[in-house]
C-alpha cells in the first residue's frame, strides 16, 4: 500500500510542478514569474523527501535541506532586485 | 503495529502531495499576483509539512528509533516562507501590478 | 548571574542552536560538546545583529500560541483549498490595514509571519512608523471581523508572551 501512496504522492507533486511551470511561462510579470519559481523550489523539496521515502534512503535529506537553504536566498535576491534595482545597497 | 505506521505514513505522504498540488492550482489558475501568493503558503505548510511528517514516520519506524532531523526542513521553511512572501508582496506593490476586479481596500504606495 | 550573561546572552539562541546542530549530526556524546560549543560561539560573533531582542517572559503561553497557530494553518489550509477549487467569482480579495499594538520590532515581525503562515492571509507591508500593517487577505467577508480575529488570536498572545 505504501507503495502506491508514494507513487500517487509523487505524480501530485510533479503535476503540481507542471502547473508551476505554466505559470513561469505564461507570467505575466516579473513578480509572478519569481512566485512560480519560490512554489517550484518548494514542491521540488517536497518531491525529494517523498523520493527519500521511496528508496529508503535518508541521503536526500540533505538535498532537500540544501535546496530550502538556497532557495530561499535566491527568492529573497531576486525579489529585492525586482524592487530596488539593486541587491546589496 | 506496523500497519497502523504505514496507513499513517500513506495517508500523511499523499494528505501532503494534495495540498502541494491545491497550491499550484491556486497559482495557475487565480486572477491577480496578490491572490496567486496565496498558492505557495499551503505548498510549504501542509505541502511539505505532510510530507515530512510522512518521511518522520517512516525513518522512525524503520530506524527503531526517533528521527528527528527532518523537521529542521519545516522549521526552516516556516520561518522563511513568510519573509519570501512579504519581499514578493512589496516587489508587486512597487511595481503596481493590477489588482482583480473587487478587490477592496488599497496597497499602499512604495 | 553577570558571567553567564556574559558568556550566553541569548539563551533561548543557543538552546535552539545547540538542539538544531544535535538534529543534524544525530545525537552522540561527541556532537554534544561539539554543539556545545558552537551554541555559545556562534551567539557571541553575531551579537551586533541581534538588537534588543526581547526576553520571553511567559513560556507557557508561548507553546499555547504556537499549537493555536498549528490548528490554524491546517484549517485555514482545509477552507482555502475549497475557495481556490471552487468558483472564482465568489471569493473578494481585499487589503486590510490593521492598527498594531505591539511596539517591539521582533514581536511585529513574528506576528506579521504567523499571518502570512496561516493561509488566506498574507502581510505585504508594514508602515515606518510601525504602527500599522498592511494584510491582504484572500477572501475577506467583514474587514473589522478579519482585524478583530488577528488580534485577538495572535497579537494578545504575542503581547502577553514578550510584555511589550
Redesign the interface.
Same mark, same amino acid.
Given at each position: 500500500m505504501l507503495e502506491t501512496a508514494l507513487s500517487i504522492a509523487l505524480a501530485l507533486i510533479t503535476l503540481a510542478w507542471v502547473l508551476n511551470l505554466y505559470r513561469l511561462i505564461i507570467g505575466p510579470s516579473l513578480p509572478d514569474r519569481v512566485l512560480a519559481l519560490d512554489t517550484m523550489y518548494i514542491n521540488s523539496i517536497a518531491l525529494i523527501v517523498v523520493y527519500g521515502i521511496q528508496v529508503d534512503s535518508k541521503l536526500y535529506f540533505e538535498a532537500a535541506m540544501l535546496i530550502a537553504l538556497i532557495g530561499f536566498v535566491s527568492t529573497v535576491a531576486v525579489a529585492k532586485y525586482v524592487t530596488r534595482g539593486d541587491i546589496i545597497e | 503495529m506496523d500497519s497502523l505506521i504505514e496507513w499513517l505514513v500513506s495517508a500523511s505522504v499523499i494528505i501532503g502531495g494534495v495540498f502541494a498540488l491545491v497550491g499550484s492550482i491556486g497559482l495557475a489558475r487565480l486572477p491577480d499576483f496578490y491572490t496567486r501568493l496565496h498558492g505557495p503558503t499551503k505548498a510549504t505548510t501542509l505541502g511539505v509539512g505532510g510530507t515530512i511528517v510522512a518521511s518522520l514516520l517512516f525513518f522512525s519506524w524503520q530506524e527503531r528509533g526517533l528521527q528527528l532531523h527532518e523537521v529542521l526542513i519545516t522549521l526552516f521553511l516556516f520561518i522563511t516562507a513568510p519573509v519570501s512572501a512579504h519581499m514578493l508582496a512589496k516587489a508587486a506593490m512597487h511595481r503596481q501590478l493590477k489588482r482583480m476586479k473587487g478587490t477592496r481596500g488599497e496597497p499602499w504606495k512604495q | 548571574m553577570k558571567l553567564m550573561y556574559r558568556v550566553l546572552p541569548y539563551p533561548s539562541l543557543s538552546l535552539i542552536l545547540w538542539f538544531?546542530w544535535m538534529? @543534524?549530526s /544525530?545525537f552522540t556524546a561527541g556532537h554534544a560538546v561539539l554543539g556545545a560549543i558552537l551554541a555559545v560561539l556562534l551567539p557571541l560573533g553575531t551579537r551586533p545583529f541581534w538588537p534588543n531582542v526581547p526576553r520571553i517572559r511567559n513560556l507557557p503561553r508561548l507553546l499555547g500560541f504556537v499549537m493555536v497557530v498549528l490548528y490554524d494553518?491546517?484549517v485555514a489550509?482545509v477552507s *482555502? $483549498?475549497i475557495k *481556490?477549487?471552487g468558483p @472564482?467569482r465568489s =471569493?473578494?480579495? /481585499?487589503? *486590510?490595514?490593521l492598527p498594531l499594538e505591539l511596539e517591539d520590532d521582533f514581536a511585529i515581525a513574528l506576528l $506579521? +509571519? &504567523? =499571518? +502570512? @503562515? &496561516?493561509? /488566506?492571509t *498574507?502581510? $505585504?507591508?508594514v +508602515?515606518p512608523d510601525r504602527r500599522t500593517l498592511?494584510v491582504?487577505g @484572500?477572501d475577506?467577508d467583514d $474587514?473589522a471581523a478579519l482585524v478583530a480575529e488577528i488580534k485577538q488570536r495572535y497579537e494578545r498572545p504575542l503581547k502577553e508572551i514578550f510584555e511589550c
Amino acid at each position: 500500500m505504501l507503495e502506491t501512496a508514494l507513487s500517487i504522492a509523487l505524480a501530485l507533486i510533479t503535476l503540481a510542478w507542471v502547473l508551476n511551470l505554466y505559470r513561469l511561462i505564461i507570467g505575466p510579470s516579473l513578480p509572478d514569474r519569481v512566485l512560480a519559481l519560490d512554489t517550484m523550489y518548494i514542491n521540488s523539496i517536497a518531491l525529494i523527501v517523498v523520493y527519500g521515502i521511496q528508496v529508503d534512503s535518508k541521503l536526500y535529506f540533505e538535498a532537500a535541506m540544501l535546496i530550502a537553504l538556497i532557495g530561499f536566498v535566491s527568492t529573497v535576491a531576486v525579489a529585492k532586485y525586482v524592487t530596488r534595482g539593486d541587491i546589496i545597497e | 503495529m506496523d500497519s497502523l505506521i504505514e496507513w499513517l505514513v500513506s495517508a500523511s505522504v499523499i494528505i501532503g502531495g494534495v495540498f502541494a498540488l491545491v497550491g499550484s492550482i491556486g497559482l495557475a489558475r487565480l486572477p491577480d499576483f496578490y491572490t496567486r501568493l496565496h498558492g505557495p503558503t499551503k505548498a510549504t505548510t501542509l505541502g511539505v509539512g505532510g510530507t515530512i511528517v510522512a518521511s518522520l514516520l517512516f525513518f522512525s519506524w524503520q530506524e527503531r528509533g526517533l528521527q528527528l532531523h527532518e523537521v529542521l526542513i519545516t522549521l526552516f521553511l516556516f520561518i522563511t516562507a513568510p519573509v519570501s512572501a512579504h519581499m514578493l508582496a512589496k516587489a508587486a506593490m512597487h511595481r503596481q501590478l493590477k489588482r482583480m476586479k473587487g478587490t477592496r481596500g488599497e496597497p499602499w504606495k512604495q | 548571574m553577570k558571567l553567564m550573561y556574559r558568556v550566553l546572552p541569548y539563551p533561548s539562541l543557543s538552546l535552539i542552536l545547540w538542539f538544531a546542530w544535535m538534529l @543534524l549530526s /544525530g545525537f552522540t556524546a561527541g556532537h554534544a560538546v561539539l554543539g556545545a560549543i558552537l551554541a555559545v560561539l556562534l551567539p557571541l560573533g553575531t551579537r551586533p545583529f541581534w538588537p534588543n531582542v526581547p526576553r520571553i517572559r511567559n513560556l507557557p503561553r508561548l507553546l499555547g500560541f504556537v499549537m493555536v497557530v498549528l490548528y490554524d494553518i491546517v484549517v485555514a489550509n482545509v477552507s *482555502v $483549498a475549497i475557495k *481556490v477549487l471552487g468558483p @472564482l467569482r465568489s =471569493i473578494r480579495p /481585499g487589503f *486590510v490595514e490593521l492598527p498594531l499594538e505591539l511596539e517591539d520590532d521582533f514581536a511585529i515581525a513574528l506576528l $506579521a +509571519s &504567523t =499571518i +502570512s @503562515l &496561516t493561509p /488566506g492571509t *498574507v502581510s $505585504a507591508d508594514v +508602515s515606518p512608523d510601525r504602527r500599522t500593517l498592511l494584510v491582504h487577505g @484572500l477572501d475577506v467577508d467583514d $474587514a473589522a471581523a478579519l482585524v478583530a480575529e488577528i488580534k485577538q488570536r495572535y497579537e494578545r498572545p504575542l503581547k502577553e508572551i514578550f510584555e511589550c
